[in-house]
């Protein structure tokens, strides 16, 4: 019979062949291959027809039509009866009798279709690709590892496109049982074809890979990492975070963060390297931190694997940086890690990292502004974080500055909506209440209005806003939020620019017209910010920068002129506001111009009118001759004149003729028809003559050769004074006022004492102007010393040397008599030279009676007479007027400048405005002036400096005078001066480089201790803390050199003839000498401040990130005392430039005169030490090999040996926390074995005084020592290298060092004393336990079977502590002491942990027996047991027996669970561990089995104690009922007997 041919087979199953066209399907795929498989079945040569036919087809060109899907009749379609068609060689491969033979076909022809492929229309699809896609996602593989086979034998020889096609198709093409085999190879092919390495990661990913084999793959991938394309790093970085365990993790971390450059990375996208994707939200950087993001929040191990890598991590900043700190940030999103990052964080930022601080404000702003896209993704964990930083980090910190950073460089780069969120962010924070948090956001939002105004402009409103609030912020950030609104105000001649300008000078206008000086101040701020913008010299380069190019030129000059009207104009609003306020407010607005022109500088024009005005005025006022003396006070003879320097000079400042108690003498010498403005104009003085020395140098270029007879004139400051004590100006009464004279110059304490004595003679008016002048001269010299203090003439500096040599004593002089009249009804209150709050809120002062800024110059006067009609309008600046015409003049700069000489009453009276009346103001004020008056007496007297003007930073130049730098023949400073400057800039550094904390309770801000309360606009308050240090550089040797003469002249006093060699070397390198000695207590106040300055310096945190200023500070330091040569400082190694500066402070050491004195240095010594980056610590010096005479000559051995010489010489006069701070650094920095000293401590010197024994230790230092060494304990076992080797010893000098202090809470101590004791071993317990756990216990495990006795006496000392702790937590119940039963739950749940963790740790060394649990016996402090048994009166014997039940209840229980711990926790009795104290493997366990059956030999006996007497009272109780019923039925039957008869 004649065989059927394919077709006809194939049409009998339900396919229709043709030979130009696609097969036809006439049924269900399912349907044909049963009837297929079925007729194979029944006949054998149907296989082979079908498999030859096929084999036929693929060899014909029309191959395509058989590997695309097979057609279906129209109908069909239309119904959908046969679901999806499939190709015929797909639904082939679904017969199993044919599968295997067509598979081999197909993949023995695939380098064939794949030569073919060239001859295909573009677009078309590969028939290589198609004959994969007929193999992926069969039903069932007749032979898959044959399939395998054959699939791995094609990738071996098929082109590279195809390789990774295949590659790609493997999961779904093998079956699961051959996913080892492919996962070897493609393994193998991860380092040979390396441009395959994504579609094998993605193959490799999908299949069941043992643990060896992705190790092996991981790796592959961190060698091709620097290699790899850009494109290709998501998945490769993907693969290694999700095949990674736990175990694992870490390790792979961290070769990711040394392997994967990602500066590189963004260098290949910028020069569009092979398959780079355009897109900034799809380029490669925001691809791996996108990976990298989904990796962290999809596993905990990776998490916790990436924050212990960046713990632990101790290299110095590089390209891992950007990768962790994106990994912070996602990990900061995640709540359960929030803590635990900020933590990291805070370490970070705060802490050193080779020397410098590892995560600096210049590294946050150079990755955010180098990955942009990357941060704008994660940009919501950006702004959490820097909205922690600034709400957390003190003032001035590096916290704060970081915050800037990343705030700042976020703004710059990112979106409108980032940059909305960020002004948002910061207004939050400005109108939070904290200091310190509105002090970092004001000056963020300073930063982005100078870097990115037009960015900022935008957002305005947010800044605006916050003007509502101003009143209840600090000055300094109401000018720092002016400032930035002044900056958009004026950034362009627009609309928004305009609108801005409008709501300020709105704004400001309103305050200046207010009629209380809260308000007043935050307007002469606002309009003086105002006006810096407006007059700054680089405005009009801005503007003119503004107009695009130099040919527009002529354009841009109208925008400088309206700028200039501008500034004008707030002038003559200014000016006008201050003719109707007080002499305070015109103050105040002298110390604010003179601060923007030192700061910034104004107009040419705007300063040439200013310092005119200022000069004429102030000359006109104050200034004076002998003879214009004696005419105005009708003198006799010449004035006698007080602080002159010169007497040719003919100048005299005349304090006198405006000091308002002494014109309550002289009433009639007084200019009348002037206005009466409240306070007292001398108030003025300070700042007119600030002002005006700021104009001259800024048009002199620095030089103050104009004025320098201010600096030598004297001051006419007392009226003469009879012997009576009156005021008669005679020529024969004018010895008071001599000696007064003479008490302000020359020292002083006996003819101060002289002074006083005859000052109490005197009448009250007298005193009151005595007080009032020495007040005014106090601030005229420290003006005097900024003033001059910077000029280079020789003989300015001699002057300027005798004048702060003055400044004590005048000092002196005011306090000596504001203190003698204190607390009587003239005592002295200060006047207000500003509108300071504490002082001029509730006015004070009385009015004066004839004084004002009215005049004009002289040669003016006369000329023009009272004739005021020619001027229409004029502009006032305090007095000082400026007409339409001059205003005119001023702009264009074509006319010399005339003054007028109206008065404020006529200018008043022409423009038709009538004076402002004070009387509701006063009325108002009135009631609070005494109270107000009496608070600033006393506090005068406490702190006088808070009213005195402040030395500016340029003032502390004259520590230079006399020296090499400064070289002024005869001019000295002395000691009571030294000690005046040096705490001036000890107060300065305190509040700008020492890191201060801030309560958050509302606004109030926190005063430095030495804050001039009485100073505005202070130049040295605006600096930040780098620009202070960079100007004490200069001054930074001139302090040495003084310190080391005062410690010299100390030692001289003292006849210190010990010091020998150290006392001759500081003269030898002494180049500044006082020009006296001066006592004993002056010279330890300089020495006092000298060392506050160089701490300070040393331990600004600044130090840590800036090289620059760390390098200049310690070379200086070095370069003194001989021990370091100028020309070698630059080529020093950085360690070796700290060492050299260590060693000079080290030899200051034995010149300390006191152990005060020496704390201090002890201090310095540290601050110098950390700033060493190679030098080993005192735990790794331990483990080192060198000598003992090299760890003594260590840093920290010399800090060690320091801190013993102060605990062994000193009388302890040194406050409990310096001593605790001695003891502490004497033990951790001890360069021996610092255990062996803690035990001394601890078995020793704490005992012996317990004992009586002679020691150091007195009953009041006692509790510090305690506390001193305890903690040095926790740290020390934190710190040790747990070496095998030497292990056992520090884990037995551990234990016997705390049994013995804990054994010290047992001893008969005070009572007070002893509470302390058992607090401090309460609360340090936790943290021992707890470092026990993680440091000494794994460490014992690995010992532990070779040194199994050893461990266990270990454990038995410390169990001993732990019973003692159980002890007083008992105590602690029982006294009722609510403090230490605070830290009960704490410490119980620790040794609750301890209990389960020895049990463990027994058991994984397999000796369980080697301890029992039981219940700890209740003991008291002592250790004595106490009875648990509670008193009990006689009662029934239910209630014995349900004792006795109760109790053998809990025998049964026992003896059936006689391996079980039962752990109970009841108020007296606790858990316990017993560890046998010698154990040896055999002898324990019969030990043991020994004791178990003692024990149930014990409960069995007891058992059957309990039994007897429980069948004893049964019996008993059966008794009395048998008595009872024999008694009652005796008693019915008499009953009965009765009832019968």
């Not at 779904?172 to 040979?192: H, T, Y």
């Not at 030098?1175 to 013993?1204: F, K, N, V, Y």
Request: charged share 20%; aromatic share 4%.
């Amino acid at each position: 019979m004649q065989s059927e041919s394919c077709s006809d087979i194939l049409s009998r199953c339900g396919i229709e062949m043709f030979s130009d066209k696609a097969p036809v399907l006439h049924t269900s795929t399912a349907l044909f291959r049963y009837k297929l498989s079925e007729a194979i079945q029944q006949d054998a040569q149907v296989s082979q027809v079908v498999g030859d036919c096929i084999e036929d087809l693929l060899a014909s060109d029309s191959i395509t039509l058989y590997l695309d899907p097979v057609t279906q009749p129209q109908e069909d379609q239309v119904r959908g009866v046969y679901g999806q068609p499939e190709s015929l060689v797909r639904l082939l491969l679904g017969v199993d009798s044919l599968q295997s033979r067509l598979i081999g076909l197909l993949l023995d022809k695939f380098p064939e279709f794949i030569g073919t492929e060239d001859r295909q229309a573009a677009g078309e699809t590969k028939t290589s690709i198609k004959v994969l896609r007929q193999l992926r996602w069969l039903d069932y593989i007749v032979d898959s590892a044959e399939l395998t086979e054959k699939l791995l034998e094609t990738l071996g020889f098929v082109p590279a496109e195809m390789q990774s096609e295949i590659v790609s198709a493997l999961p779904d093409i093998i079956s699961d049982s051959d996913n080892a085999e492919v996962s070897k190879v493609l393994a193998g092919m991860l380092s040979d074809t390396p441009e395959l390495m994504l579609p094998l990661l993605e193959t490799l990913g999908s299949l069941d890979c043992g643990p060896a084999l992705l190790q092996d793959a991981r790796s592959s991938v961190i060698g091709h990492l620097i290699s790899a394309e850009p494109l290709d790093l998501p998945v490769m970085i993907k693969f290694l975070l999700h095949s990674v365990a736990s175990d694992g993790a870490a390790s792979l971390i961290s070769r990711i963060r040394r392997r994967l450059d990602l500066d590189c990375i963004v260098l290949a996208s910028k020069g569009g390297g092979k398959g780079v994707a355009a897109s900034a939200n799809h380029s490669p950087d925001v691809l791996i931190f996108d990976v990298i993001a989904t990796s962290l929040r999809s596993h905990k191990h990776l998490r916790d694997a990436w924050l212990r890598v960046i713990a632990e991590d101790a290299e110095k900043v590089g390209t891992h940086t950007t990768l962790d700190l994106v990994a912070l940030l996602i990990l900061h999103q995640i709540p359960a890690h929030t803590r635990r990052v900020e933590t990291l964080l805070r370490a970070k930022i705060d802490s050193t990292v080779s020397g410098r601080v590892a995560y600096t404000p210049a590294l946050f702003e150079a990755i955010i502004a180098r990955f942009p896209a990357v941060f704008s993704a994660h940009f919501p964990a950006l702004l959490a974080v820097g909205s922690w930083l600034v709400r957390t980090s003190a003032l001035g910190s590096q916290g704060s500055r970081v915050a800037a950073g990343i705030l700042a460089a976020a703004f710059a780069c990112m979106g409108m909506y980032q940059r909305q969120e960020i002004a948002g962010e910061l207004a939050v924070h400005i109108g939070s209440g904290s200091a310190n948090e509105i002090d970092t956001a004001a000056r963020i939002f300073l930063r982005l209005a100078q870097q990115n105004p037009r960015e900022l402009r935008p957002f305005a409103v947010f800044i605006k806003g916050l003007l509502d609030y101003v009143d209840n912020l600090p000055l300094e950030h109401v000018r720092v939020i002016f400032d930035s609104l002044g900056i958009l105000s004026t950034l362009g001649q627009d609309g928004a620019s305009d609108s801005i300008f409008s709501d300020l000078y709105i704004f400001v206008r309103k305050q200046l017209a207010s009629v209380y000086p809260k308000y007043n101040r935050i307007g002469i701020v606002g309009t003086v910010s105002l006006l810096r913008q407006l007059g700054a010299p680089e405005h009009t380069v801005a503007d003119s920068a503004t107009a695009g190019s130099s040919a527009q030129a002529a354009s841009a000059a109208p925008v400088n002129l309206q700028a200039l009207r501008r500034a004008v104009q707030l002038l003559e609003m200014l000016m006008d506001s201050a003719r109707h306020q007080s002499w305070a407010f015109v103050s105040m607005t002298y110390d604010e111009l003179a601060h923007i022109v030192e700061t910034r500088g104004l107009h040419a024009q705007l300063l040439t009118w200013l310092h005119e005005n200022v000069s004429s005025t102030f000359a006109t006022h104050f200034l004076a001759d002998p003879d214009l003396l004696m005419e105005r006070y009708g003198l006799q003879s010449p004035p006698v004149l007080a602080l002159w320097l010169d007497e040719e000079e003919p100048t005299v400042l005349d304090i006198l003729n405006h000091n308002g108690d002494a014109l309550r003498l002289d009433s009639d010498k007084a200019e009348q028809g002037v206005p009466r403005l409240r306070g007292c104009l001398l108030s003025c003085l300070p700042s007119l003559l600030r002002l005006i020395q700021v104009c001259e140098k800024a048009l002199g270029d620095g030089s103050l050769g104009e004025i320098d007879a201010l600096l030598v004139c004297g001051l006419y400051i007392l009226p003469p004074i009879s012997p009576t004590g009156t005021h008669r100006p005679d020529a024969a009464s004018d010895d008071c006022s001599a000696m007064v004279a003479g008490s302000t110059l020359a020292d002083p304490t006996d003819q101060r004492s002289d002074l006083i004595v005859h000052a109490n003679t005197w009448t009250a008016e007298l005193q009151l102007t005595l007080c009032s002048s020495l007040y005014v001269a106090v601030n005229w010299v420290r003006e005097l010393i900024n003033a001059f203090a910077d000029q280079h003439s020789a003989e300015i500096l001699a002057h300027v040397a005798r004048r702060a040599n003055q400044l004590p004593h005048i000092e002196a002089s005011l306090m000596a008599m504001a203190t003698s009249l204190a607390g009587s009804p003239h005592e002295f209150r200060p006047m207000a030279s500003g509108l300071v709050a504490e002082l001029s809120d509730a006015p004070s002062m009385r009015a004066v009676d004839g004084a004002s800024l009215r005049l004009s110059r002289p040669e003016l006067i006369g000329a023009q007479g009272s004739n005021l009609a020619d001027h229409t309008h004029t502009m006032d600046l305090g007095g000082l007027l400026l007409s339409q015409d001059d205003t005119r003049k001023l702009i264009d700069g074509t006319q010399p400048l005339l003054l007028s000489p109206s008065g404020v009453d006529s200018v008043a009276a022409k423009r038709g405005r009538s004076k402002r009346k004070f009387g509701a103001f006063a009325a108002t004020g009135t009631a609070h002036a005494g109270a107000a008056s009496a608070g600033a007496s006393d506090d005068f007297c406490k702190s006088p400096h808070v009213y005195l003007r402040e030395l500016g930073f340029s003032a502390f130049r004259v520590l230079l005078i006399g020296s090499s730098d400064l070289d002024a023949p005869g001019a000295l400073l002395s000691a009571p001066a030294l000690a005046l400057v040096v705490r001036e800039l000890g107060s300065i550094l305190g509040v700008k480089l020492v890191r201060h904390t801030e309560n958050r309770s509302g606004f109030s801000v926190r005063a430095p201790t030495h804050c001039n309360l009485a100073t505005f606009s202070s130049n040295t308050s605006a600096s930040s803390a780098t620009q202070i240090v960079a100007g004490l550089l200069p001054l930074l040797p001139a302090l040495l050199r003084y310190l080391a003469g005062c410690l010299a002249a100390s030692a001289q006093h003292r006849d210190n003839i010990q010091l020998g060699a150290a006392l001759d070397a500081a003269n030898a390198h002494r180049q500044i000498i006082l020009d006296d000695d001066g006592n004993l207590d002056q010279i330890d106040q300089c020495i006092d401040g000298l060392l506050g300055v160089v701490s300070s310096v040393l331990h600004w945190d600044g130090l840590q990130s800036g090289a620059a200023e760390t390098t200049a500070i310690l070379g200086v330091l070095a370069a003194q005392g001989g021990h370091t040569d100028m020309a070698e400082l630059n080529d020093l190694e950085p360690n070796t430039l700290v060492r050299r500066a260590f060693d000079y402070l080290w030899s200051l050491t034995s010149l300390m005169p006191t152990a005060q004195h020496s704390t201090i240095l002890l201090r310095i010594l540290i601050a110098a030490r950390t700033l060493s980056t190679h030098e080993p610590t005192a735990a790794a010096e331990e483990a080192s090999c060198l000598s003992e005479s090299e760890r003594d000559e260590s840093m920290d051995g010399c800090i060690s040996r320091l801190a013993q010489n102060i605990l062994n010489h000193s009388d302890h006069g040194v406050k409990p926390v310096d001593l605790e701070y001695m003891i502490a650094q004497h033990i951790l920095r001890y360069p021996h074995n610092r255990l062996d000293l803690i035990h001394r401590y601890a078995t020793e010197t704490l005992p012996g005084f317990v004992s009586g024994q002679p020691t150091e230790i007195t009953q009041a230092t006692f509790p510090t020592y305690y506390k001193a060494v305890l903690h040095s304990l926790g740290q020390t076992i934190k710190t040790t290298l747990w070496s095998q080797s030497s292990a056992l010893l520090y884990a037995n000098r551990v234990a016997e060092s705390w049994l013995s202090l804990n054994k010290l809470t047992q001893q008969q101590l005070d009572l007070q004393l002893q509470r302390t004791i058992l607090h401090l071993a309460l609360k340090s317990g936790h943290t021992l336990i707890d470092h026990i756990i993680k440091l000494i216990m794994p460490t014992m495990d690995s010992l532990f079977l070779l040194h199994s006795e050893s461990i266990l006496a270990i454990f038995s000392r410390i169990q001993k502590s732990t019973r003692i702790l159980q002890n007083i937590c008992n105590h602690s119940k029982v006294a009722k002491d609510t403090k230490l039963q605070q830290v009960v739950p704490q410490i119980k749940r620790r040794l609750e942990q301890m209990v389960f963790l020895v049990v463990a740790f027994m058991e994984n060394n397999c000796c369980r027996e080697a301890v029992n649990l039981g219940n700890l016996k209740h003991r008291d402090i002592r250790g004595q047991v106490v009875s648990s048994q509670i008193p009990r009166m006689e009662g029934s014997s239910e209630d014995e027996e349900m004792e006795e039940e109760a109790e053998m209840a809990g025998i049964t229980e026992m003896a059936g669970m006689a391996r079980m711990a039962e752990i109970m926790d009841v108020d007296r009795r606790e858990t316990e561990i017993r560890p046998i104290k010698r154990y040896r493997t055999s002898d324990n366990i019969a030990g043991s089995a020994v004791g178990a059956g003692k024990k149930q030999a014990n409960l069995v006996n007891r058992k059957k104690q309990l039994i007897q007497r429980r069948d004893q009272r049964a019996m008993a109780m059966s008794k009395r009922k048998t008595r009872h019923r024999n008694n009652t039925h005796d008693a019915e039957e008499e009953d009965e007997e009765e009832e019968e008869e």
